[in-house]
């Protein structure tokens, strides 16, 4: 029996690059290395605003209702109180499909999902990591910084799939870079629904 998962990004023109490998990881970590992972394209939020109003939420799961498992990750943004939102919204849509075979967990990628490509890889030159994990911006600072390094600016969306799949080659240093979204997607999802 398969076991299928959607990644609901905000925006997925550039995010699934990055979070469809990351939620196929994770997902292996957690013994289900054959799940077919999908990036939902059907809506596309284009923004952090709309991928968290509950009722957009509620027509993804209605329409993919094949779906084993839903996970949201959103940019945090800088935004302190975005942590409460997104396990809110987590709360009221898991609350909805409880007794169901089907799960819905959110987390956030702290403070935009290029983080994940960042943590993966050497540190450019003169930055500590606590720097750049803390800038709301890391994907105008550090991460357009990388993709010139790395002569991958040219190529769709600045190569953040060719640097992801290198990233990916450092999971360990990604988990330990990134507990605050990683770690707690980890934690989540490894709990019994």
Same mark, same amino acid.
């Given at each position: 029996?398969?076991?299928?998962?959607?990644?609901?990004?905000?925006?997925?023109?550039?995010?699934?690059?990055?979070?469809?490998?990351?939620?196929?990881?994770?997902?292996? !970590?957690?013994?289900?290395?054959?799940?077919?992972? *999908?990036?939902? %394209?059907?809506?596309?939020? @284009?923004?952090? #605003?709309?991928?968290?109003?509950? $009722? %957009?939420? %509620?027509?993804?799961? @209605?329409?993919?209702?094949?779906? !084993?498992?839903?996970?949201?990750?959103?940019?945090?943004?800088?935004?302190?109180?975005?942590?409460?939102?997104?396990?809110?919204?987590?709360?009221?849509?898991? @609350?909805?499909?409880?007794?169901?075979? %089907?799960?819905?967990?959110?987390? =956030?990628?702290?403070?935009?999902?290029?983080?994940?490509?960042?943590? #993966? =890889?050497? =540190?450019?030159?003169?930055?500590?990591?606590?720097?750049? *994990?803390? !800038?709301?911006?890391?994907?105008?600072?550090?991460?357009?910084?990388?993709?010139?390094?790395? /002569?991958?600016?040219?190529?769709?969306?600045? @190569?953040?799939?060719? =640097?992801?799949? $290198?990233?990916?080659?450092?999971? /360990?240093?990604?988990?330990?870079?990134?507990?605050?979204?990683?770690?707690?997607?980890?934690?989540?999802?490894?709990?019994?629904?």
């Amino acid at each position: 029996m398969s076991y299928n998962v959607l990644v609901i990004p905000e925006d997925f023109t550039k995010d699934e690059h990055i979070l469809k490998p990351l939620a196929e990881r994770i997902l292996q !970590d957690l013994g289900k290395p054959n799940a077919k992972v *999908r990036v939902c %394209r059907d809506p596309n939020f @284009g923004g952090v #605003g709309e991928a968290l109003k509950t $009722e %957009r939420l %509620r027509k993804v799961i @209605g329409r993919y209702r094949t779906y !084993d498992l839903f996970i949201l990750v959103v940019d945090r943004d800088g935004k302190a109180g975005r942590e409460t939102s997104v396990s809110q919204i987590e709360a009221t849509l898991q @609350g909805e499909i409880a007794g169901t075979r %089907r799960r819905f967990v959110a987390g =956030l990628a702290w403070q935009e999902v290029e983080i994940f490509i960042l943590a #993966g =890889l050497e =540190l450019p030159s003169g930055s500590s990591w606590r720097e750049i *994990r803390a !800038d709301p911006d890391v994907k105008n600072t550090y991460f357009k910084q990388l993709a010139a390094t790395k /002569n991958t600016s040219g190529l769709p969306h600045q @190569g953040r799939q060719k =640097l992801m799949t $290198e990233a990916m080659k450092n999971w /360990n240093r990604m988990k330990s870079r990134c507990p605050e979204d990683i770690g707690i997607l980890l934690t989540k999802l490894a709990a019994p629904s």
